[in-house]
């Protein structure tokens, strides 16, 4: 009874302090939302205007990768890296506000990138690079750069509270939840990458 307890006050703990969190960061994440969408839409237009001039080559310098030449394990580990040092980066700055305008930044790349590498593959592959991007990479690259948001605002939400009232052990169960959350979106759109027999993957 008491493990039982204590599994179920540790996630008691965590919702409450997640939805806390979302609660007082709600206008931020909205101002950051806008920030990215307005970076993603950015990343489709110089798609538009650089394809003019592009080669299908050159597309390997900006995310976009052989999915069956690299290998799933490889694809998969590929992008799982990639979230991390994100993440990392994210981290250092939560630890104080004056560095928030550089984490929006990092996102707001990351989030133009994906408009880039999305528009390049709807126009290179054509049907088949519609489909796999519209229902596949598109979803789940969005709701990790959402999820990125999330968890900068978090820690950085557990800095403020360490400042104030001590404490901030929710730290390190922050990084290591949305980790594991992180990881499963990527192993979903890996098999949804296999499901539809995918040959390319953006990885960014």
């Known amino acids: 009874m008491s493990k039982s307890y204590k599994k179920q006050t540790f996630f008691s703990e965590l919702k409450y302090f997640l939805l806390d969190c979302l609660s007082a960061s709600k206008m931020k994440l909205i101002i950051s939302s806008f920030i990215l969408f307005v970076s993603l839409v950015l990343g489709i237009i110089l798609a538009v205007k650089y394809n003019s ?3 299908i080559n050159i597309l390997h310098d900006y995310g976009i990768v052989d999915f069956v030449g690299s290998g799933i394990t490889t694809s998969f580990f590929s ?3 990639s979230i991390i040092l994100v993440m ?3 981290f250092g700055c939560s630890f104080t ?3 928030t305008p550089l984490a929006i930044l990092i ?3 990351r989030s133009y ?4 590498n999305f528009c390049l593959m709807l126009i290179t592959y054509g049907v088949s690079g ?3 991007s519209i229902f596949v990479i598109l979803p789940c690259q969005i709701l990790l750069v959402l999820l990125l948001t999330f968890y900068f605002y978090s820690l950085n939400k557990c800095s403020c509270d360490r400042r104030c009232y001590g404490g901030g052990g929710e730290r390190f169960k922050i990084i290591l939840i949305f980790l594991l959350v992180m990881a499963i979106v ?3 759109e890996t098999l949804l990458l296999l499901i539809f027999n995918a040959n390319v993957i953006i990885v960014i």
Do not use: D, E, K
Request: glycine share 4%; net charge positive.
């Open 97 to 99: 506000p004056f560095l």
């Open 79 to 81: 992008r799982l890296l």
């Open 186 to 188: 990527c192993l979903l």
């Open 130 to 132: 519609i489909i796999i």
């Open 88 to 90: 990392l980066l994210l």
């Open 113 to 116: 990138l994906l408009g880039f």
């Open 107 to 109: 996102l707001a790349f």
């Open 53 to 55: 001039s592009a080669s």
